[in-house]
């Protein structure tokens, strides 16, 4: 197995540092996502959390909000830097923060030594042979009864599609896009199980956000009647409640285990 990386550090720098400033007030506001509930119901007061491939590290400012003792890790040097940085205004959180440049194939921590492995968007960026020894990793730095959270791209969703189709429209008209495979729900089930994790939920969400992607480009929308794109927003936000009560065609899917 090769440990070369299909997405490389520059391409993220790139992308997330030209992002705005972090706030308290948005770090604080992430825990009002949907998709976290269920893991907040099952998470105990200050947690020892490790946020894997944390970018900015919005959600490690977040867990530290709320009282968690959370590690940001990343395999880029200048990410760690900004996300510490963008922290100097985030004063008087009631938990801990720190900082750790490492890769999630074979992550600088202690067997058993966490409550919780935290991963937003990250799995989908690697190869399916590193996304199961990223599982293994997890479960083996998880203490016995600790929380693997995954929150990936589903592969059954209008999201997909428009990735696919973007992919092949961005080899003829660069920038390229960052390379990524969304996952199939039996698949992130299988990787958990082989693990040894014992799976708690597996919940497609945000199906709103997979839908809306499939509109029109601004342009041409904008050349339509208020009324008509008003009427056709208010039907996709109608089907997306739906899919969502349904759990189906989802934008994401949301895996949560035990050890």
């Given at each position: 197995m090769s440990n070369t990386l299909p997405t490389q550090a520059d391409q993220?720098?790139?992308?997330?540092?030209?992002?705005p400033q972090e706030t308290m007030e948005h770090c604080r506001g992430l825990y009002d996502a949907d998709h976290l509930k269920p893991l907040f119901d099952l998470l105990p007061p200050?947690?020892?959390?490790?946020?894997?491939?944390?970018?900015?590290?919005?959600?490690?400012?977040?867990?530290a909000s709320l009282g968690h003792h959370c590690i940001g890790l990343d395999y880029s040097a200048k990410l760690i830097d900004e996300a510490q940085a963008r922290g100097e205004n985030l004063t008087d959180l009631p938990g801990t923060v720190?900082?750790?440049?490492?890769?999630?194939?074979?992550?600088p921590f202690e067997d058993n030594s966490l409550d919780c492995y935290a991963s937003f968007g990250v799995l989908e960026h690697f190869t399916r042979d590193q996304q199961r020894i990223i599982m293994s990793e997890s479960h083996r730095v998880l203490k016995p009864g600790g929380l693997l959270?995954?929150?990936v791209p589903s592969f059954w969703s209008p999201w997909t599609l428009r990735r696919e189709i973007r992919y092949w429209f961005r080899k003829l008209?660069?920038?390229?896009?960052?390379?990524?495979?969304?996952?199939?729900?039996s698949l992130l089930r299988k990787m958990g199980a082989e693990a040894g994790f014992q799976e708690i939920s597996c919940q497609s969400v945000y199906a709103g956000v997979a839908l809306r992607s499939m509109r029109l480009p601004n342009?041409?929308?904008?050349?339509?009647?208020?009324r008509i794109r008003q009427t056709s927003q208010d039907a996709i936000d109608r089907m997306g409640q739906w899919c969502d009560r349904h759990d189906i065609l989802g934008y994401g899917l949301v895996y949560i285990g035990k050890k």
């Open positions: 993220w720098e790139e992308r997330l540092v030209a992002t200050q947690s020892k959390i490790v946020e894997a491939g944390c970018g900015l590290g919005q959600f490690v400012y977040m867990f720190q900082w750790v440049e490492g890769t999630i194939l074979d992550l959270y995954q929150f008209v660069p920038p390229n896009l960052v390379w990524q495979k969304n996952i199939r729900r342009r041409l929308r904008r050349m339509t009647p208020a």
